[in-house]
């Protein structure tokens, strides 16, 4: 309890002081989860509704193929995404590694399946629910996706924040793509890991109380909004 009373006591003095590395470390976790997560949502919300209301013969392997993404070992998307943009690799002419966009694309390919599934979980119910009388009134696919994810919505706010979650917390994809780059490519949790490493476990240990401080206002934000959405 000592020592988590120090590291709290830390936390409250460099947020106070204004710690350039910390408040640099900050904005790059939110830039990159937060993209990451949006650009995730845009894509996978949608692909899941449709994997939800429409039968194709693809549709079972793909569902199948999602869900089973959903373990995939963060260090292996980040080699894989390494080996795309490293000079050698397709995309290497981009110069995108070690930059703060390579570390979104590992995110994207990380948290992608996790909407998906959940979205399709979500919205699989409602189409039983609504199907038939969506079908009857002749409502194009597109339309059918929106009225689901529109009914869906509280579900779909817990998805997103399922994949922010992910998000934030990881740290060996984006410390393979991103260098962990003072000032740059350093997040919060690679900074823990840093930290960890060097032996300030003071430092580290307060660097993670404030990554956790700022997950639940980040989810609490989301969750406020969406509540005050719904009521309107």
């Known amino acids: 309890m000592d020592q988590l009373g120090r ?8 947020i106070i002081e204004g710690d350039a590395d ?16 949006l650009v995730a949502f845009s894509i996978g919300a949608p692909l899941g509704a449709l994997l939800a209301l429409r039968n194709f013969a693809a549709r079972r392997p793909l569902l199948i193929a999602v869900n089973a993404a959903l373990g995939l070992p963060p260090v ?28 979104i694309s590992a995110q994207i390919l990380l948290t992608l399946p ?3 599934a959940l979205a399709h979980r979500a919205t699989e119910t409602s189409w039983r629910d ?33 994949a922010f979650g992910r998000a934030i917390s990881e740290v060996g994809a984006i ?7 003072r000032g740059h490519t350093r997040t919060l949790t690679t900074a823990v890991v840093l930290e960890t490493s060097k032996g300030d476990l003071a430092l580290a240990l307060a660097l993670g109380l ?6 639940l206002l980040v989810s609490a934000s989301a969750f406020l909004l969406h509540e005050r959405t719904a009521i309107r």
């Open 7 to 14: 590291a709290a006591a830390l936390a409250i003095r460099l």
């Open 22 to 37: 910390l408040y640099a470390a900050v904005r790059t976790s939110l830039t990159v989860s937060v993209t990451a997560t």
């Open 76 to 103: 292996v998307i980040g080699l894989v995404v390494y080996l795309l943009l490293s000079h050698a690799g397709p995309f290497g002419s981009l110069n995108l590694l070690f930059t703060t966009r390579a570390m």
């Open 114 to 116: 996790i909407v998906v």
């Open 130 to 162: 609504y199907g038939d009388a969506l079908r009857m009134d002749g409502t194009r696919t597109a339309r059918s996706i929106a009225f689901l994810l529109t009914v869906e919505g509280g579900a779909l706010v817990t998805t997103f924040l399922a």
């Open 175 to 181: 410390m393979i793509v991103g260098g962990n780059i």
């Open 210 to 215: 404030i990554l956790v401080a700022l997950t």
